[in-house]
């Protein structure tokens, strides 16, 4: 089952009828999903901000990917989750750190390079982890972490207990092969893992529709494995969480993996270093104008006088507060002992 993205470009997936049902408009959030929505995702967006602003003042070294225009992926995601799924990403992963309840404080200490940080300081924007919150990072090498989420299903079959793994990838890590060694794994041992394909269409700087030879629909080459997927409305986070349910049901229900294909857009460059050349700026303001994640539930609860204007600016009001003691809290932080050198390391006597 296929739904498909009508917000695409001419050279993007087209929509297409479906049995299920495409048009999400009337499917509908409590107030008080609709309002958790807003807040988590005005979370991530103000704290992506804040990190490219560290970023420009050299207070963040090394690579950052922020995830500015993709934050209905994973709140709606995360809206189906029970206690004790897991969740691993690539290196555009602070939205999902945050989306899972790790601590700000603790994500933006990481970031800085400071003791205080969630991988105390040595992992980085790229490597972060929690034990807590069952997140198994953020990794660095392109679709690496995909036969890792794979392992974690293996590991929720093996003790018999009812979680999923959540596997996030991008467009661009969809190419290589270990994605489709896990896929067919994944298969034969029905595992239950969802396969999170971020499908942002750029990867890097290079169109889906220049590097892939089918780039209608990614998640359908999970077909050949016997894994049934679904293309949906990334930047709706109602889409989401309807569709998340649904993977979840049949993960849970022991009948395997999942494919969801995220359709997203995301605003900024690749990483921080990136001028985004290769698309034009009217393209961005056209997604930010009509498909906007965080806009879209704004004017739902505006229109449906779930809440006020005032109300929405004081959220506002409360979320840039925490992310501005995040940043504070980073900022006194001291950085790793050189003691720090030598521990969390494998030694081989």
Known sequence: MAVKSAYMAKKGPKPEKSSKKSDLANSGFTADEELKAYKDMLLIRRFEEKAGQLYGMGQIGGFCHLYIGQEA???????????????????RDHGHMLACGMDPKGVMAEL????????????????????????????????????????????????GNKNVSFTYFGDGAANQGQVYETFNMASIWKL???????????????????STAEAEHLGARGEAFGIPSEQVDGMDVRAVKEAADRAVEHCRSGEGPYILEMMTYRYRGHSMSDPAKYRSKEEVQKMREEHDPIEQVKARLLKANRVSEDALKKIDTDIRDVVTAAADFAMADAPPADSELWTDIYKVA
């Open 73 to 91: 992926v994973v709140v709606g995601l995360e809206m189906a989750a029970i206690e004790g799924d897991q969740r691993i990403t690539s290196y």
């Open 192 to 210: 239950p893992c969802i396969f999170v394909i971020e499908n942002n269409r750029y990867a890097m700087g290079t169109s889906a529709t220049r």
């Open 112 to 159: 800085t390079g400071r003791q205080g940080g969630l991988s105390k300081g040595k992992g980085g924007s790229m490597h972060m982890f929690s034990k807590e919150k069952n997140f198994f990072g953020g990794h660095g090498i392109v679709a690496a972490q995909v036969p890792l989420g794979a392992g974690l299903a293996f590991a929720n079959k093996y003790r």
